[in-house]
């Protein structure tokens, strides 16, 4: 089943109203509604689906969209030239004399209008418009880096219901039991072949297990609100499927190759790009940009009316305490950016392969569980039973070798839980088909 969210919007618009974002995001939530009510009404919730509920119903995603947007828009009207400033004066009004406070008696008094305009240098202009083209990329780093966070956490939590449930069924199942040994100790009670104590012992052992019930289901009831959160499907909605979590995405031979491609490094990556931006910015501000100014000025109806023009051009006089060490600023913040990515990779790359040593690691334990641990408890319990309605043990010893059949279970499936845990944040460092799954939405030029 596909479905659609809310995908990042491609603006650029010189027009004052543009109405593209507005109707892309409409677009984006009616095919997140429709694809998110197509998965809620499943009759079972399977890990695949959790995942796709939760990108669809995500909100931060839609943030990041709106970020996307505004950097876009911003982009466009960095690349302009300045407002042009509209001048308005009175030159020499006299203030003295007969003619003081006259517009029009002394021919050197002057109604004066002009207007002024920077002329920014295209390539700095084109420099500035890059530099949010950049902050949009970053953004869309961003973004993607969210979704692999938003799967990885609900697979985290999935998982964390699907093995507690599964603890709950063994516990469970002993409480089961442990009433039918009640039963058994107080029959052969009656029947002279047990003693008070064996009822005690069972009647302790119930309360016991009763109690690890009672423990148990309030992690079930956690378990199910961390999946609704991520969801919000029906949290008694069964799971389904059992996730096969001997395998991942990842290739441990070239795991530096692919560990380059994580999200929070490309993150990373276009934040160096806008230093970049920034320090390039600052070399062509060594060169200054020059303002035009063109004035009307009106004297009075004896006198000729006059036009001015001039020219300004800032003054550098102290480039190397200024423009100088800006640009150095600026090229030392792309340094340290690199750095920065570059240490946050290795941490990565040596964080990942612990990871993947203490899941071949378990995996190994949990087979040897399932091949020797289990069906060793499972033997000694039948063994016990066996003798005790022979008469030749206690009730005791087979409440003893049921209690550590269960403990050994439950320990399985707490491994399992572990490996499970490690393979979720394993398997999903890099999100799962983002392009495929979410498409962007078409930009103006796509558009009717």
Do not use: C
């Amino acid at each position: 089943m596909s479905f659609s969210i809310h995908a990042p919007i491609f603006v650029r618009s010189k027009t004052k109203l543009n109405f593209l974002p507005l109707v892309a995001v409409v677009v984006a939530t009616a095919f997140g509604a429709n694809s998110y009510s197509a998965l809620a009404t499943e009759s079972t919730l399977t890990l695949s689906n959790a995942q796709q509920l939760a990108v669809a119903r995500s909100r931060q995603l839609i943030a990041q969209d709106m970020a996307v947007t505004a950097s876009r828009e911003m982009a466009v009207a960095a690349g302009q030239l300045p407002d042009p400033i509209v001048k308005a004066g009175i030159d020499n009004l006299p203030v003295s004399g007969p003619d003081r406070g006259s517009l029009t008696g002394d021919f050197m008094t002057m109604r004066r209008i002009g207007v002024m305009q920077e002329l920014t240098r295209n390539d700095k202009r084109q420099l500035r418009t890059e530099r949010y083209d950049r902050l949009a990329d970053k953004s869309l780093a961003e973004k993607v880096s969210a979704i692999a966070a938003i799967q990885r956490d609900t697979a985290i939590s999935w998982l964390e219901r699907y093995y507690v449930e599964r603890m709950a069924a063994v516990v469970a199942e002993q409480s089961n039991q442990a009433k039918l040994e009640i039963e058994a100790a107080e029959s052969n009670y009656r029947a002279g072949r047990g003693t008070q104590a064996d009822i005690f012992a069972a009647r302790s052992a119930l309360s016991m297990v009763d109690d690890r019930y009672s423990e148990i289901q309030r992690k079930v009831r956690t378990a199910k609100t961390m999946l609704n959160r991520w969801t919000g499907a029906d949290s008694e909605l069964p799971l389904a499927g059992e996730p096969s979590i001997e395998n991942i995405r990842l290739d441990s031979s070239v795991l530096d190759k692919s560990l380059a491609h994580h999200p929070q490094i490309a993150v990373l990556n276009r934040q160096m790009e806008i230093a970049e931006a920034d320090a390039k910015l600052a070399e062509v501000n060594k060169k200054p940009d020059w303002s035009i100014e063109v004035a009307f000025q009106q004297r009075g109806p004896a006198y000729s009316n006059m036009i001015s023009v001039g020219i300004s051009l800032p003054f550098q006089w102290d480039q190397k305490n200024r423009q100088d060490r800006e640009l150095s600023s600026k090229l030392a913040m792309v340094e340290q950016a690199k750095a920065e990515r570059d240490e946050i990779l290795r941490s990565h790359i040596a964080e990942t392969r612990a990871m993947i040593e203490e899941w071949q690691s378990n995996l190994g334990r949990s087979a040897r569980y399932e091949r020797e641990l289990i069906p060793l408890a499972k033997e000694r319990t039948q063994v016990t039973l066996t003798a005790y309605r022979g008469g030749k043990s206690s009730l005791s010893d087979v409440l003893v070798a049921r209690r550590n059949e269960t403990e050994v279970r439950l320990q399985a499936l707490q491994l399992q839980a572990d490996t499970a845990r490690l393979w979720a944040q394993l398997n999903f460092l890099l999100p799962v088909d983002v392009q495929a799954t979410y498409p962007t939405l078409p930009t103006n030029k796509d558009l009717p």
